[in-house]
């Protein structure tokens, strides 16, 4: 596609419930990434896919959060039990490797806990 | 492992006077470095990079960047700065000789005061 789409735009969901948030990277960006940001806040690594090779999972907050990415395309971000601190924006951007450009961010879902 | 720091949460600035984000960074290698900007309620937009050659690096929206090995900063400058200007900055770094992640700042949030 032409850019980064992240669906949905925003997601409301009570606590304690699983929530699923998509990311189609650009055809042939092999890096992917996830980061949160609260409101006003920095961007907070989450994970980072890079073509075959094992994710970095080292932002990952905690065993509720989980992704999966499919070859080197989708990738949806899994949080499990939902709690208010989750809620914050989630974005995804993704890049090609190995050549120094820059990645491109999606929009990202506003995901909001009540 | 690399790291950036942006050491100031907020800058504030008269329009019109020129303006200065400071990025400082650490990494094994050979940096590449970005800076992005995140207007209210929107994305990330990419600004500019540097990857090699002039230390100097244009970039949209007037904005430029010095790269400085010896001091390890790449900051971000603009001669006269406009009240459009006004958002939250990212400085971020990719070392391609690592696992070619890109890391980001905190960020530095930029008020220009009419």
């Known amino acids: 596609g032409a850019g980064v789409s992240q669906s949905p735009s925003n997601k409301v969901t009570e606590k304690g419930k699983d929530v699923e948030l998509r990311c189609d990277p650009i055809?042939?960006?092999?890096?992917l990434y996830w980061y949160r940001q609260r409101l006003g806040q920095g961007l907070e690594f989450l994970i980072y896919?890079?073509?075959?090779?094992?994710?970095?999972k080292s932002g990952l907050p905690s065993d509720r959060f989980s992704a999966e990415r499919t070859g080197e395309s989708v990738s949806t971000l899994t949080i499990q039990r939902t709690q208010q601190e989750d809620s914050a924006v989630y974005l995804c951007?993704?890049?090609?490797?190995?050549?120094?450009?820059?990645?491109?961010f999606g929009q990202g879902t506003r995901l909001t806990v009540v | 492992a690399q790291s950036v720091a942006q050491p100031e949460d907020q800058v504030n600035v008269a329009e019109g006077n020129p303006l200065t984000v400071k990025c400082t960074y650490s990494?094994?290698?050979?940096?590449?470095l970005f800076w992005y900007v995140q207007y209210p309620n929107r994305g990330l937009q990419f600004l500019l990079k540097?990857?090699?050659?002039?230390?100097l690096v244009k970039g949209s929206y007037g904005f430029e960047a010095e790269f400085n090995k010896s001091q390890t900063s790449f900051h971000l400058k603009k001669p006269s700065a406009l009240v459009s200007d006004s958002a939250l900055y990212f400085c971020?770094?990719?070392?391609?000789?690592?696992?070619?992640?890109?890391?980001f700042g905190k960020g530095t949030r930029l008020h220009i005061l009419p």
């Open positions: 896919f890079q073509g075959n090779s094992a994710p970095d």
């Open positions: 971020a770094v990719r070392d391609l000789n690592r696992d070619d992640k890109i890391i």
């Open positions: 951007a993704s890049s090609l490797v190995s050549t120094g450009t820059e990645a491109f």
């Open positions: 990494v094994s290698g050979n940096p590449y």
């Open positions: 540097y990857i090699t050659g002039d230390n």
């Open positions: 055809s042939g960006h092999t890096a």
